[in-house]
């Protein structure tokens, strides 16, 4: 387990070269010459006195050699004394090295816990991200954070973040949290994409956690969380940016009136997520959102654009209220309704003839005749008057009527695809 305290801070942020040159400078320890050795003439006097002359030297060395520990002890005793100043000032002058540390660089460390941070007063910017660690814990002393990656840690609470009235970036993606929770007043960038969650769950966003920040939090990430639904995100009255691709979201109508409540969004991100093969899906958020939306997964919405959809809705909204409003249609026409011969083309099946009509006459309609039936009729009637002119007679409506009934009732019928009742 690795810890963050102040001895594993000077060793990733401390400068070697610093700490060689302090080592370097150290004294070296007083060393003590030994004695000298008596003198032959005291070891070995004359004859006259030498007993006497030998017991002074032996009282003499023992004098030397009590005076020599005497001094190496004293000299041990500075020499410790020494240590500890000099170990004294190398602690201040390393904290006071640490203390003026903006940026922690603690990145890939295999850092498990934190200890103590106290010494880094004055950082602004901490990289914690890539190592294992599985809560946040004694953040306090880093009043002045701005900055905070926790990228691909073992997260999975949100907790001491409160502590932090400086901090206005998190990252905390690939993490393992569950609840977005504790989130300090005055974040404005939240990144907390690709939880790794349990299979089946979905990221969930605390309503109360949001109204903490719903004035000052600007981006907001929470891509790949299998998310079904964004409602909390209507509580930020001032977010920019809205990135919620890859999730489940399946409800436009929900997706529109989040949208609507965003008074100040301009890019939005859905993409990878099953609402966005709805067919009017780009058209209907745009039309939900504000005016100031500039950029919907990641295509420009301009103002042209806006204009046409807005026009577009607005001549619909015009023709389902006209519908509305029109009267009834009429009933359908009555039982007594003479239907016209059915071998007669120029009546429409379709527009019945009631009996006070037929009172003046017969009524011929022009029907929606095909073309081929049209061209049929003119060819023979052309034929026909062709042939009274060489025959110098000519014949009567009736009989022409007659005549044509008679010999292409069939192939009409066939055309049209009914059967005359005498031939069922």
Known sequence: MVGVNIETLWAWLGDKRRA?????????PKTIEPPSAPSDELLHPGIAGEEEKEDEGVAEALRLKMKESDEDKEG??????????????????????????THLHLERRGITHIEDVGVCPAARVAFLQHNHLTRLANLRPL?????????DNHITRLEGLKELPSLRRLLVGGNRVGVVEGLPHGLQELHIQEQRLPPGDALVLDPHALAAVQDT??????????????GPVGLLNNLKVLRAGNNDLRT?????????????LQEAYFTGNP?????????????????????????AVTSYSRDFLVQTNRHRRALRQEKEARPPSPPEASQDAVKPDAHLLFTSTSHPVTTSECATGPMFVLGALRRPEFDLILSRAQRRARAFEREGTAASPGSELEDWSV???????????EIPEERR
């Open 20 to 28: 060689i040159r302090k080592i370097s400078e150290r004294s070296p």
């Open 76 to 101: 041990k005793e500075e020499e410790q004394e020494q240590e500890e100043e000099e170990e004294e000032a190398w602690r201040k002058e390393r904290e006071a090295l640490l203390s003026r540390v």
């Open 143 to 151: 009043r002045l954070l701005q900055e905070l990656y926790l990228q």
């Open 217 to 230: 939090l600007l981006l907001l990430d929470v891509s790949g969380n299998r998310m079904t639904e964004l």
């Open 252 to 264: 436009l109508s929900h997706l529109a009136a989040v949208l609507g409540r965003l008074r100040h």
């Open 275 to 299: 609402v966005t093969a709805h067919r009017r899906y780009r058209p209907a958020l745009i039309l939900a959102s504000q005016p100031k939306l500039e950029n919907l997964d990641g295509r």
């Open 407 to 417: 010999l292409d009732e069939e192939r009409f019928y066939v055309s049209n695809g």
